[in-house]
C-alpha cells in the first residue's frame, strides 16, 4: 500500500482537512486525522475504516484512528428560513391569512383571502405566492 495514496483517499472524506498515516513494519499502526465540525469523528471514522477496506481491501482497528476536530474558518453554517408568524383571520363568510418567512435577516411575507368554506382553508393554507 502507498501511503501517498492512502493519505490522500483519507483526505478526500467528507470533514477531513487533513491526515497523517504512521506504517510500522508495512502495516498501518496509526491514522491521525484533522477533521472540521461539520461531522461527527465516530461517523469520520466509520468512513476511513469503510474506505480503506473498500479500496484497498485492509481492515483497520478503529482504536488506531485518531481524530481531532476544529473550528474551520472555510465553514459556513448552513442558512435556514425561519417561521415568523402565521396569522389567520376568520370573520363569518371570509378567511383571511397572512404568512412572515425570513431567510438570511429578509422578511418575506403572503397574504390572502376567501370565503370561508373548509376548502378554502384547506387550499389558502397550501397557496404558494
Same mark, same amino acid.
Given at each position: 500500500?502507498?501511503?501517498?495514496?492512502?493519505?490522500?483517499?483519507?483526505?478526500?472524506?467528507?470533514?477531513?482537512?487533513?491526515?497523517?498515516?504512521?506504517?510500522?513494519?508495512?502495516?498501518?499502526?496509526?491514522?491521525?486525522?484533522?477533521?472540521?465540525? #461539520?461531522?461527527?469523528?465516530?461517523?469520520?471514522?466509520?468512513?476511513?475504516?469503510? !474506505? %480503506?477496506?473498500? @479500496?484497498?481491501? /485492509?481492515?483497520?482497528?478503529?482504536?488506531?484512528?485518531?481524530?481531532?476536530?476544529?473550528?474551520?474558518?472555510?465553514?459556513? #453554517?448552513?442558512?435556514?428560513?425561519?417561521?415568523?408568524?402565521?396569522?389567520?383571520? !376568520? %370573520?363569518?363568510? @371570509?378567511?383571511? /391569512?397572512?404568512?412572515?418567512?425570513?431567510?438570511?435577516?429578509?422578511?418575506?411575507?403572503?397574504?390572502?383571502?376567501?370565503?370561508?368554506?373548509?376548502?378554502?382553508?384547506?387550499?389558502?393554507?397550501?397557496?404558494?405566492?
Amino acid at each position: 500500500m502507498d501511503l501517498t495514496l492512502v493519505q490522500e483517499t483519507i483526505n478526500r472524506i467528507e470533514g477531513v482537512l487533513n491526515c497523517k498515516v504512521v506504517f510500522e513494519n508495512d502495516e498501518i499502526s496509526e491514522i491521525h486525522v484533522l477533521a472540521n465540525s #461539520s461531522r461527527s469523528p465516530k461517523q469520520i471514522a466509520r468512513d476511513i475504516e469503510s !474506505t %480503506l477496506f473498500a @479500496k484497498y481491501d /485492509y481492515k483497520i482497528d478503529k482504536n488506531k484512528i485518531s481524530i481531532a476536530v476544529i473550528q474551520s474558518d472555510d465553514m459556513v #453554517s448552513p442558512k435556514r428560513v425561519k417561521l415568523h408568524s402565521v396569522l389567520v383571520k !376568520t %370573520l363569518l363568510n @371570509k378567511i383571511e /391569512y397572512s404568512v412572515i418567512l425570513t431567510y438570511d435577516g429578509i422578511e418575506y411575507s403572503v397574504e390572502g383571502s376567501g370565503i370561508n368554506t373548509q376548502a378554502n382553508r384547506k387550499s389558502s393554507s397550501q397557496r404558494q405566492p
